[in-house]
């Protein structure tokens, strides 16, 4: 139990364009489901945490208009990266979690390449 | 602001022997996750303290979470080639997450 899935794995985009990327939670109901950047060879960064039904909170240095995150249900979390650029290319991690003090559960993530 | 040191940045050994992975912190965590990464994989969860003192073992892996709270540690005895990958060390605390830099387990071939 206890699977979260990233869709899609990879994505190449042209500059400018918005892309969307979905986390879901396959077996269990998160209530916290968080948003992750990872460079090669560097720890993840936690861009932003989302609480079903309110507001992402998002972590000092990262554009609230330029990632944009939906959390609408218990099982589906989205991040659009908007207006995207080559320097957006990166390493996208989700993660989901039953309740803020339970473990995470981390989702496959997603390639982004920005041509 | 808050911050988890983790150190060695990288750990060679011969597969058979020992690898540890501390942690340290300057403040009182309030609890600690590890998190194993395979090249080229998503990390994923191993464990969580919580408890000062906490000791847990899962297999050929001890973690430990000190008196303190202040500092933890991965053990991992006689390492196989699937122990291979970037060890994490994670502070869920204060509705935000603060991850170590990551220590990279290398086995020398």
């Known amino acids: 139990g206890a699977v979260v899935s990233q869709h899609p794995s990879w994505v190449i985009c042209k500059s400018g364009t918005s892309v969307k990327i979905e986390c879901r939670s396959l077996?269990?109901?998160?209530?916290?489901m968080f948003w992750y950047r990872q460079f090669p060879k560097q720890s993840l960064m936690l861009m932003a945490t989302s609480n079903e039904g309110s507001k992402a909170t998002y972590e000092q240095g990262v554009e609230k208009d330029k990632f944009l995150i939906n959390h609408a249900s218990l099982t589906l979390s989205t991040l659009t990266v908007t207006s995207a650029h080559p320097e957006d290319s990166s390493f996208y991690i989700c993660?989901?979690?039953?309740?803020?003090?339970?473990?995470?559960?981390f989702g496959p993530g997603t390639r982004l390449t920005v041509t | 602001g808050q911050q988890v040191m983790q150190i060695p940045q990288y750990q060679h050994v011969q597969e058979g022997e020992d690898f540890t992975t501390y942690c340290n912190s300057s403040?009182?965590?309030?609890?600690i996750q590890w998190y194993k990464q395979r090249p080229g994989g998503h990390p994923v969860f191993l464990i969580q303290?919580?408890?000062s003192g906490e000791v847990k073992k899962q297999k050929r892996l001890t973690f430990q979470f000190g008196e303190a709270k202040k500092n933890s540690s991965l053990h991992i005895t006689a390492t196989q080639t699937t122990d291979v990958g970037t060890y994490f060390c994670?502070?869920?605390?204060?509705?935000?997450?603060?991850w170590g830099a990551g220590t990279k387990l290398i086995i020398k071939p």
């Open positions: 994670v502070e869920d605390s204060n509705y935000q997450l603060i």
């Open positions: 077996d269990f109901q998160a209530t916290t």
């Open positions: 303290l919580v408890k």
């Open positions: 403040t009182t965590l309030s609890n």
């Open positions: 993660s989901a979690s039953r309740d803020r003090n339970y473990e995470q559960y």
